[in-house]
């Protein structure tokens, strides 16, 4: 949505202002930028002998505690910080606790936002009436306090926001979006593209990444920015001083490197041309993201973020046009190219990106149009260093459009080959998602307790084992809540594990509870296919089978030009079959309770105009079959038909008006679907424990 930002520079001064007033002590140093730290209100005294490595030096504290509530502030503000982001749904626990930091921070001068927690402990997303009445009750409780003005308006971050329609976003916004300035937390360019009619800006909440091992961070960082501010938003820019979720199931740890990691990124962060810095974070321990004094670190973190607060910021030229504003003629109100604590290599990645800024020009604030998410470096105008993969990308990007010769190699990187049948005219496939229960009592969540029929994968494993399949496609959300290795292999692999050699599977929201959806990638192996990816094609018998990966933020997106997108292109034409198939875990079409997602509409055409001809998914845990649609979601003779297969055991919704096309719906009914794939068409039979109540024939294109 193209707004004007109408009193951005008076709403950045306010934040400025939240660093260095008389009366706090000490004089704090004054932020090149408003840094925004992310602080979280959830500790009793017990949650600190739960998944940390390091402790709080005021000790073991609650969150309820006023004093340390205002030491925090006081050390904040020394070290440079302008307010808090304070992460918050309202519960009662969660309103005293802010109420009572609000009290803090008005007696201290010093600004607070809110991080909305739109999803819940299980990553799931809120009911949008929930999220809607929430941010109301922000709106009408908190809003009116100057102690929330860190812009013109309160500002509010959506946490999960990718996990959320767009219709119901405007839903909830809509009523409060005169008085509180709402924000997405999408990860990469295409994300936010897709939610930006109904949001004011972007805050990534970019926490692991490692500095030291990814050399495009900051290229990224600074794509997304350009992205944002050309829609008009803000833009709030991650650094982090290193992170550790290990102890809570993870596998990835990012040294701090005595401070060097947090300077790196803060140098990139910078270099984004943000409106505000966001601190990840204050007092995350879990993640070992902190920044306040701790056992460990002592006051380590903050002296670096007050040596990088009053670190001079060099200047390239005149200030740079930022695309929020208005005109050509409006600098930016931050103004300028930065480089901040870097030496060497790292002077050298900013400078390339500073230059690629000074290419806007009145033509990048021309009405916006849909793009890929990756950028088309144009040659002479600057040096970047970029890794081998991106290198490879580029190359693709390259090829002629003529000719696609290089994009047809690149294809076959996920290409598995032809896979052992025992009959190519008549190869017999299981498929179904959404299937194990969590083997532990920790595990099970609101999903299962609630659902009169769950855990049912022991059932549709002997489903499974009658059809004698020649492969089984794993539809995603295999082992709940969140796929750990050893949840795996004392859940899963109990049931469906006995089919493990012939699966072929897909990542679903729930794999990715583990961070990089280790425990999928662990229990799988190759057959999961490239970590980075997740994606993969091979043959069975005379159909071609692609398998998708539907998380698009982990994998650079799903929209047209992302790089799964151009990968399914090209690996289309590459393996040209009189049949196709492709599967994964989020269906495009659906009336079930996640419903019909457009994220996935790129998928849909690419594949429409290959000639593809059946798509499988899961996600909604539910049956249903669709007529062959076109990619706009009406009936197609030529069109692709869709199965959404989530009754793999693990829990069951109610379906809601049916989704135009709509043929079959079943629900609360464990099943499988079995296919078998012939020359020139295919048998589809939904199957349950008490028989099929679906069944019937197709022919390919």
């Given at each position: 949505?193209?707004?004007?930002?109408?009193?951005?520079?008076?709403?950045?001064?306010?934040?400025?202002?939240?660093?260095?007033?008389?009366?706090?002590?000490?004089?704090?140093?004054?932020?090149?930028?408003?840094?925004?730290?992310?602080?979280?209100?959830?500790?009793?005294?017990?949650?600190?002998?739960?998944?940390?490595?390091?402790?709080?030096?005021?000790?073991?504290?609650?969150?309820?505690?006023?004093?340390?509530?205002?030491?925090?502030?006081?050390?904040?503000?020394?070290?440079?910080?302008?307010?808090?982001?304070?992460?918050?749904?309202?519960?009662?626990?969660?309103?005293?606790?802010?109420?009572?930091?609000?009290?803090?921070a008005r007696a201290e001068r010093f600004t607070l936002s809110v991080i909305y927690q739109g999803l819940d402990f299980e990553r799931h997303p809120l009911p949008v009436d929930r999220v809607a009445q929430d941010l109301r009750y922000y709106a009408d409780a908190y809003a009116p306090d100057p102690v929330f003005r860190a812009t013109d308006r309160p500002l509010l971050i959506w946490s999960g926001s990718w996990m959320f329609s767009v219709a119901d976003m405007e839903r909830a916004i809509a009523p409060i979006?005169?008085?509180?300035?709402?924000?997405?937390?999408?990860?990469?360019?295409?994300?936010?593209?897709?939610?930006?009619?109904?949001?004011?800006?972007?805050?990534?909440?970019?926490?692991?990444?490692?500095?030291?091992?990814?050399?495009?961070?900051?290229?990224?960082?600074?794509?997304?920015?350009?992205?944002?501010?050309?829609?008009?938003?803000?833009?709030?820019?991650?650094?982090?001083?290193?992170?550790?979720?290990?102890?809570?199931?993870?596998?990835?740890?990012?040294?701090?490197?005595?401070?060097q990691t947090l300077r790196e990124e803060y140098a990139a962060a910078v270099a984004s041309a943000p409106d505000a810095l966001g601190l990840i974070s204050w007092n995350e321990f879990s993640e070992n993201t902190h920044v306040e004094p701790s056992e460990a670190f002592g006051n380590r973190y903050l002296e670096v973020l007050g040596d990088l607060a009053e670190a001079p910021l060099a200047v390239l030229g005149e200030p740079a046009l930022d695309s929020s504003a208005s005109s050509g003629s409006s600098p930016s109100p931050v103004g300028g190219y930065v480089l901040a604590g870097f030496g060497g290599g790292g002077a050298l990645l900013l400078l390339g990106l500073a230059l690629l800024r000074r290419r806007r020009s009145g033509t990048d604030r021309a009405p916006r149009r849909r793009r890929p998410s990756t950028r088309t470096v144009r040659a002479g105008t600057a040096i970047v260093l970029v890794g081998a993969a991106t290198a490879a990308l580029l190359a693709v990007r390259a090829a002629p459009s003529g000719g696609r010769a290089g994009v047809v190699k690149a294809a076959t990187t996920y290409f598995a080959g032809d896979?052992?049948?025992?009959?190519?005219?008549?190869?017999?496939?299981?498929?179904?998602?959404?299937?194990?229960c969590a083997p532990d009592t920790a595990g099970p969540g609101s999903e299962e307790q609630n659902s009169a029929t769950r855990c049912q994968e022991h059932t549709t494993a002997d489903i499974v084992r009658s059809m004698q399949p020649d492969a089984v496609l794993a539809l995603g959300d295999l082992q709940y809540p969140n796929g750990t290795l050893e949840r795996f292999r004392t859940g899963y692999d109990l049931s469906w594990g006995a089919f493990k050699n012939i699966t072929y599977p897909v990542p679903g929201n729930h794999e990715y509870g583990t961070r990089g959806a280790a425990g999928y990638f662990d229990y799988f192996g190759p057959a999961a296919g490239a970590r980075e990816a997740g994606y993969y094609s091979y043959d069975l018998g005379g159909w071609h089978i692609v398998a998708l990966n539907s998380e698009c933020g982990r994998v650079g997106g799903c929209g047209p030009g992302s790089p799964q997108e151009r990968w399914l292109a090209a690996d289309l034409a590459a393996h040209p079959a009189g049949c196709t198939l492709a599967y994964w875990h989020r269906p495009r079409f659906s009336s079930g309770h996640h419903g019909s997602d457009p994220n996935y509409a790129?998928?849909?055409?690419?594949?429409?105009?290959?000639?593809?001809?059946?798509?499988?998914?899961?996600?909604?845990?539910?049956?249903?079959?669709?007529?062959p649609l076109a990619p706009d979601g009406t009936l197609d003779q030529r069109g692709i038909r869709q199965f959404v297969v989530g009754s793999g055991g693990d829990s069951f919704y109610k379906l809601h008006e049916p989704q135009a096309g709509r043929e079959v719906g079943i629900a609360s009914a464990p099943g499988v679907l079995r296919l078998v794939l012939r020359p020139g068409g295919y048998e589809w039979a939904f199957q349950t424990a008490d028989g099929a109540p679906d069944r019937g024939t197709g022919e390919c294109h």
């Open positions: 949505m193209r707004r004007a930002l109408s009193g951005l520079l008076a709403a950045l001064a306010l934040v400025l202002c939240g660093g260095a007033e008389a009366g706090a002590g000490p004089a704090a140093a004054r932020p090149a930028l408003p840094v925004l730290a992310y602080y979280y209100i959830w500790f009793e005294p017990s949650s600190w002998d739960r998944a940390k490595t390091d402790r709080p030096a005021l000790g073991r504290y609650s969150s309820d505690d006023p004093e340390v509530m205002r030491q925090h502030v006081r050390a904040a503000k020394a070290a440079g910080i302008s307010g808090f982001i304070v992460s918050w749904k309202s519960t009662e626990v969660n309103n005293r606790r802010l109420r009572r930091l609000a009290d803090v979006r005169s008085t509180v300035r709402v924000l997405a937390s999408e990860k990469d360019e295409e994300g936010y593209t897709r939610v930006a009619p109904v949001v004011e800006g972007n805050a990534y909440y970019w926490s692991s990444v490692d500095p030291a091992q990814n050399p495009d961070h900051a290229a990224k960082l600074a794509s997304m920015g350009q992205v944002v501010h050309r829609d008009r938003g803000l833009w709030l820019a991650p650094f982090a001083p290193g992170f550790d979720a290990r102890l809570l199931g993870g596998t990835r740890a990012v040294d701090r490197r005595d401070g896979k052992p049948v025992r009959d190519p005219a008549g190869v017999v496939v299981a498929a179904a998602g959404d299937i194990a790129a998928f849909w055409t690419t594949l429409h105009a290959a000639g593809a001809d059946l798509v499988l998914g899961g996600h909604d845990h539910d049956y249903e079959r669709f007529a």
